[in-house]
């Protein structure tokens, strides 16, 4: 492997061109051929990309028209592809070259870049090796572990990319043998949304569909990098600039997409020397953790709105009539509200009175309002108050349950959304218990299992003897690093089953197991021919995925398949599913699927390939609403909106850390070390900075700095020789990049309610400053 791709001193220019354009193109050529595929085939391989008989994206989660476009992906989707389908191979020759131990100080990037694993390995440690083992020698070993733990030490995770056929079986697989410890990447990510929405709506995903752009005639984007991490939006939404439609961005950092696009696939508008769309009307940059009090600003303009209007007897601007019908709690809302001073509000967020007054004007006129969010809003402490003040908002005009108007939660991987909706949950009222034991003759358990935070403590305090990752690389992606990686090595057994190496790999237990399996792109080929996945999108559409390029390896075997043998190895006659049979041919699980979920999978084989796929039903799309008042609710911030008021005090030394992906990377998969659209280039150590908290400071560009968390609990997290460097920040904010920064995140802070890891809010000082001249001596 060529090590020499090293990080270097980091380059951070202004980007001042528009997403999209020829950088997207240039990014793609690039990667194609440093993955040693020929152009031919990636453009073949793209063009079945998000389309009704081809596979879906194994990037983000964002929806896929029916009307899909002749490439229907977008820069990072396609990217996503390439690194699938690379045709290096870490393969037997590359374990008995290198030990593990020399593994672990490879970056995240030289893991990964190594290219697509290719046989089970079993971990061997006299040699410090991971060696080629037979599966079926893997599948007894496993399930012979497992049968002597106790179920309820062991943890199943999933990361959000497995199909709906393989995440019902897997989910089963742990109830029959005897836990619902099924932590999901979820669990770190919309989390929030799912707590917070069911509360206020009655529903635990957004109430968007695709078709409802074309009717939107306000749009909204809280804490979403839509231009990287979920590009494909920006084509709807460029229609939606297109036709005029105001877009509103609050976001303490301006990031490219949301302020300027070029349509890579459009070529009279590559060709042409403009500066691409302007995508956001405006762009405010709150102070990170300031969205409750920007929101409580724009609902406050919105009351002044009505009141003038109820003088003038002009027609209401709040939707009265909607609100006495459908609402719950608004008087308590309205006296927050009109409580909140603006004082307060303004420096909370970090913007004038006038801006959050002109977005409640545009508000109050707007008749069917979208609101977009991502991490911004849920990995905060306050993550599912943030989600329900958003929805507060587009409650008081009736914003939720009519067409062009929603609450828009833009989901991260692929199938993250549609896990939860087939029992990948740690929660039992979340999961339909009853039928899994009528249907499958055995009684899973009643209590609540595990999610990741507290699969997280049990790792660390011994009690969890086990982890079984479908997909994903926990330990990495979690907080708390130093402890999670030193307290991993204690399982009795891991097991991971992967498409590629990564860190979490390198902590072996007493018993280490990487499983190979096909991705998605590929053909996946079982006893009756060949077989299709389905997904669930971020706008509660299922989709079918039908794989086609060749598996990497001979060796490899479906993520189905592999669930179903620990299943055989592991619960053998402990309920009557038919696992064999269910692995031979895939629409006998769907028709599982439908049988315990009949509300939403109805005909699932029969709609599931049409194009566009099809919609669950959500009551909240009708204004039904789920909840226990029979109403949307209107809830309130327990802390009023200044919720982290010890961190960013004006002068304080401590900082308020976002962590943040590049444009160059999928979650812990870093794919290079260009994060192009934010001008950042070179290196990932990184900490960005306001310029005026750098003067006070005494730090200047490229200087060195040690950081640490600020937390009173007795550890020390520190993160050393990160580079600084002054970026468009708020005063108080700083950036820097997850994973790598993770090791700053202490477990315990996280969302209150749905322990989302708090990652857009680390509160850490700088301990040591190095100027770069006295470090270059
Ligand atoms: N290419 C690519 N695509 C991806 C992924 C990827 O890593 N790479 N990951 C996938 C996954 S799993 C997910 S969850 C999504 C993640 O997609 P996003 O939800 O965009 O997540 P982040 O990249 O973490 O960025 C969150 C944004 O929130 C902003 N932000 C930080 N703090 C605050 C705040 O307090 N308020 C506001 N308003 N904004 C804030 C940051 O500046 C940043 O722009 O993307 C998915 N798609
Ligand atoms: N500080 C900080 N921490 C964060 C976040 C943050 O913003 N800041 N974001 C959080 C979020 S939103 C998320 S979703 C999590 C992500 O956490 P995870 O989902 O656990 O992590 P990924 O990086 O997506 O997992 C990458 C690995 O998945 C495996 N893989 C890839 N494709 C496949 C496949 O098709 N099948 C199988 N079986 N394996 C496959 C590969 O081996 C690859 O190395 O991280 C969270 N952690
Ligand atoms: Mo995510």
């Not at 996503?80 to 393969?91: F, G, L, P, S």
């Not at 190594?114 to 440690?125: I, K, V």
């Not at 012979?144 to 989910?171: C, H, N, V, W």
């Not at 031979?584 to 005909?603: L, T």
């Amino acid at each position: 492997m060529d090590r020499s791709e090293l990080q270097s001193k980091p380059r951070v220019e202004p980007y001042e061109h528009p997403t999209g354009g020829w950088g997207s193109v240039k990014s793609l050529a690039t990667k194609s051929i440093a993955e040693g595929l020929a152009v031919s085939t990636i453009w073949n391989t793209l063009f079945k990309q998000n389309k009704a008989d081809g596979f879906m994206c194994v990037s983000c989660s964002w929806a896929k028209p029916a009307d899909s476009h002749a490439f229907e992906f977008c820069e990072n989707g396609a990217k996503a592809t390439i690194w699938e389908q690379t045709k290096k191979r870490t393969d037997k020759d590359f374990f008995a070259r290198h030990r593990v131990s020399e593994l672990l100080s490879w970056t995240d990037y030289e893991l990964e870049k190594n290219g697509r694993l290719t046989s089970p390995l079993r971990y061997d440690a006299s040699l410090d090796q991971y060696v080629p083992v037979t599966w079926e020698s893997a599948f007894a070993e496993i399930g012979r572990e497992l049968q002597a733990l106790d179920p309820k030490s062991t943890i199943f995770y999933a990361s959000g990319r497995a199909s709906l056929e393989t995440t019902f079986m897997y989910q089963l697989l742990a109830r029959i043998y005897g836990h619902a410890n099924l932590p999901d990447s979820s669990n770190m990510c919309h989390e929030s949304t799912s707590v917070g929405l069911p509360l206020s709506i009655g529903s635990p995903v957004g109430t968007i569909q695709h078709e409802d752009f074309e009717q939107s005639d306000m749009m909204l984007f809280f804490g979403h990098n839509t231009g990287t991490n979920a590009p494909r939006l920006l084509h709807p939404l460029q229609e939606a600039r297109k036709r005029g439609v105001p877009v509103y961005t609050f976001n303490p950092i301006e990031e490219r997409g949301l302020m300027r696009f070029k349509n890579p696939q459009a070529p009279t508008e590559m060709l042409s020397p403009d500066e691409g769309t302007k995508m956001s009307t405006d762009y405010f940059q709150v102070r990170c953790g300031g969205d409750i009090a920007a929101i409580t600003g724009i609902a406050k303009a919105v009351f002044a709105l009505d009141d003038a209007a109820r003088e003038a007897g002009r027609e209401r601007v709040l939707d009265t009539a909607f609100i006495k019908e459908h609402c719950h709690g608004f008087e308590a809302f309205e006296r927050f509200v009109r409580a909140a001073e603006w004082d307060e509000i303004t420096r909370v967020a970090g913007l004038p009175q006038g801006d959050l007054e002109e977005v409640g004007r545009v508000y109050a006129r707007s008749k069917a309002v979208m609101a977009h969010y991502g991490m911004g809003l849920t990995q905060h402490r306050h993550g599912v108050e943030n989600v329900q003040m958003l929805v507060n908002l587009l409650l008081m005009r009736g914003n939720i349950g009519k067409p062009g108007a929603g609450i828009s939660p833009i989901r991260g991987h692929s199938n993250v959304q549609g896990q939860r909706t087939v029992g990948m949950t740690e929660k039992p009222e979340l999961a339909p218990l009853d039928k899994f034991a009528e249907f499958y003759g055995f009684e899973p358990p009643r209590e609540k299992g595990m999610a990741t935070v507290e699969a997280c403590e049990g790792i660390i305090d011994g009690s969890v003897k086990a982890f079984i990752g479908l997909g994903g690389n926990f330990s990495r992606a979690v907080p708390e690093t130093a402890k999670i990686e030193e307290a991993w090595r204690r399982l009795r057994l891991h097991v991971q089953i992967s498409t590629k190496l990564n860190r979490n790999h390198l902590l072996p237990g007493e018993v280490t197991y990487i499983l190979p399996c096909l991705g998605r792109i590929e053909r996946d080929t079982q006893a009756t021919g060949d077989q299709t996945v389905s997904i669930e999108d971020s706008t509660a559409c299922i989709h079918g995925s039908k794989g086609w390029r060749p598996p990497a390896s001979p060796e490899l075997l479906s993520e189905t398949k592999i669930v179903a043998e620990l299943a055989k190895a592991t619960v053998a006659g402990k309920s009557t599913i038919p696992w064999d049979d269910w692995v031979a041919d895939y629409s006998r699980v769907r028709d599982e699927i439908e049988r315990c979920y009949p509300q939403y999978f109805k005909d699932f084989n029969a709609r599931f390939l049409q194009p566009g796929g099809f919609h669950r039903d959500l009551p909240a799309c009708r204004r039904d609403w789920k909840t226990e008042s029979g109403k949307a609710n209107f809830l309130l911030p327990e802390d009023g909106f200044d919720v982290d008021p010890d961190i960013s005090v004006e002068g304080h030394d401590v900082f308020k850390l976002m962590t943040l992906r590049s444009n160059d990377q999928f979650n812990t998969t870093v794919y290079g070390y260009d994060d192009r659209l934010r001008g950042i280039s070179g290196s990932r150590e990184i900490l960005l900075m306001n310029k005026d908290d750098m003067e006070r400071m005494g730090l200047r560009d490229q200087d060195f700095v040690d950081v640490e968390t600020h937390a009173d609990d007795g550890v020390e997290r520190r993160v050393e020789g990160l580079r600084v460097h002054s970026y468009k920040l708020p005063k108080g904010n700083v950036g820097g990049y997850y994973p790598e920064l993770n090791k700053l995140i202490p477990l315990w802070h996280h969302e209150k309610q749905a322990h989302v890891p708090a990652a857009k809010s680390v509160p850490i000082r700088v301990v040591r400053a190095i100027p770069q001249a006295v470090a270059a001596e």
